[in-house]
Every structure is written in C-alpha cells, then in structure tokens.
C-alpha cells in the first residue's frame, strides 16, 4: 500500500503531512510517526500531520511529534495546512479549534485564549504562574502559559550561552509538569521584538515553535516587558504576535510545500 504524503515547512519547522480525509488509511501508531519521522530512515520531519474529516470545523488535524508522543496544537503547522488548502478554514486540534486565513505577510492563525490557572498548564501542585517559584541551574522563575500546549518561558540576558539541549529534556520531563513541557530562552531586544529558543516536547530543538512564540509573547505582555504586537526572533525566521489581553491572539507568519512524495504503509507500520 502506498501511501502520498506532503512534506511541508514553517520557518523550518517541518512537517509530514498525511491526509484521511478521501483516503482509507489504517490508523497511525506512535512507532508509525516515529519511523516517518526520522531523519536518517524515514521522510524526516519535526511533527507528522495527520488530517481528519470534523463534525466541529473544516478539519481535524492530528499532530504527532518525533518521538510518536502527540501535541495539542501547533501553530506552524496550522499556517502550512491553511496554505495547502488555499484559503481561510477553521481547524480542529486536541487543543482547540484554530481558525486561519490569508494575510499579507503569510498566515495568520487566531490561535484562542492563552490559559494560566496551574492546572490548565498542567503543573503537579499550585503556584504562582507568571513567575514561577522554581530554577533549573541558572534558569529561574519562568512563566507558564498554555496555548493548546504547555509552555515554560524563561528570559535572559543571553540565550546563546544556555545548554537548552541539556536543560530542555532535563525541564520537559520534570515531575512538576505531568503532561511534559516546551521550554523557551527568550532574550528582550526591544519593546516589540523579542529573540527566541524552544526546546520542544517531543520533538527536541526546532528552528520554530509557533505556539513557543505565542507563549513567550504572551508571558513578556504580562509582564510589562513588550508592547501589544511583537516580533518574535527564532533560528528559522520571525513570527508577528499580537495579543489584547482576552480571546485574540494571532500570529502571523509564512509557510512552504518543500515536495511530495509516497512511501510503503509496510515499510513503517
């Protein structure tokens, strides 16, 4: 059984993208996603996308990290399934349903409310979540922020010289964060534009995290730090954050097809 796919990219943060919709596909196994998404053996791809008829919107989009754990959201690849389908549509994620559209820089994405409340984070125990009483080696005092996934957002002085390949697996699988966590390095470069390093979960270093620049955005409006529309820097490209302070947070970027391609069902499952 062959199978087509479409390989895809925000700011190089990749994606395989499958779609059910017209086609009978067995369903799709952590150890499936893993295998399709390993550089060396598979397609390669930091998530795989896997899309589903709605009863609630246009689509239901799957998301499935590297290592076949599965994501509640992600903005970037929300942007990529917009361009694919050509138009504004309304898409269904375990995290909420995201609405995007065409937009003179890329894509936006109205990516819903940001939750703080502990438990909607999740964390193991109540606290304080815009500044966290907590430190991992000389990371301390992060803000949480879930935005259809959870966020720790640390700002420093100087991203570059922060071990996040150590420090992100260290924090991301801490037994305060039980459903696991992304992890930013956000530096201040101005009143709108902030530069930015996720690790996230599941899926380890990225060149871009729509939902870690969201949440890191979100995190630095409330406190004072930026103003209501932000730049948000990351290795693959910029990312424009805007944020009311209620229901409207929309991010704006571009997005790519790389190419297309089938592969064997077999050669994975």
Same mark, same amino acid.
Do not use: I, K, Y
């Given at each position: 059984m062959r199978v087509p796919f479409i390989k895809m990219h925000g700011l190089g943060n990749d994606f395989v993208v499958l779609d059910a919709r017209g086609a009978d596909l067995p369903p799709v196994s952590p150890a499936l996603? $893993? @295998? =399709? $998404? /390993?550089r060396r053996t598979g397609i390669g791809c /930091?998530?795989? &996308?896997? &899309?589903?008829? @709605?009863?609630?919107? /246009? =689509?239901?989009?799957?998301i499935f990290n590297a290592d076949g754990s599965e $994501?509640? $959201?992600?903005?970037n690849a929300s942007r990529a399934i917009a361009l694919m389908e050509g138009g504004a549509l309304r898409i269904e994620t375990a995290g909420g349903i995201i609405a995007a559209h065409p937009a003179d820089a890329g894509i936006a994405v109205e990516m819903g409310r940001p939750r703080f409340d502990w438990d909607a984070i999740p964390l193991a125990y109540p606290m304080d979540t815009l500044a966290m009483p907590v430190a991992w080696g000389e990371l301390a005092s992060p803000a949480a922020v879930n935005v259809g996934n959870p966020h720790v957002v640390f700002f420093v002085p100087d991203q570059q010289h922060i071990a996040l390949e150590t420090l992100g697996p260290e924090i991301e699988s801490d037994p305060l964060f039980p459903d696991g966590v992304n992890v930013n390095l956000a530096t201040l470069l101005s009143r709108n534009a902030i530069s930015l390093r996720v690790w996230e979960r599941g899926a380890g270093l990225t060149r871009a995290c729509g939902t870690g620049a969201c949440a890191t955005a979100v995190a630095a409006m409330r406190r004072g730090l930026v103003d209501q529309e932000v730049e948000v820097r990351l290795p693959g490209g910029a990312l424009q954050i805007a944020w009311d302070g209620g229901e409207r947070l929309l991010m704006t970027g571009p997005a790519a097809e790389s190419f297309r391609g089938t592969f064997a069902w077999g050669d994975y499952a």
């Open positions: 996603a $893993a @295998s =399709l $998404a /390993d /930091d998530q795989l &996308l896997v &899309l589903e008829p @709605s009863a609630r919107a /246009d =689509l239901f989009m799957h $994501a509640g $959201a992600c903005g």
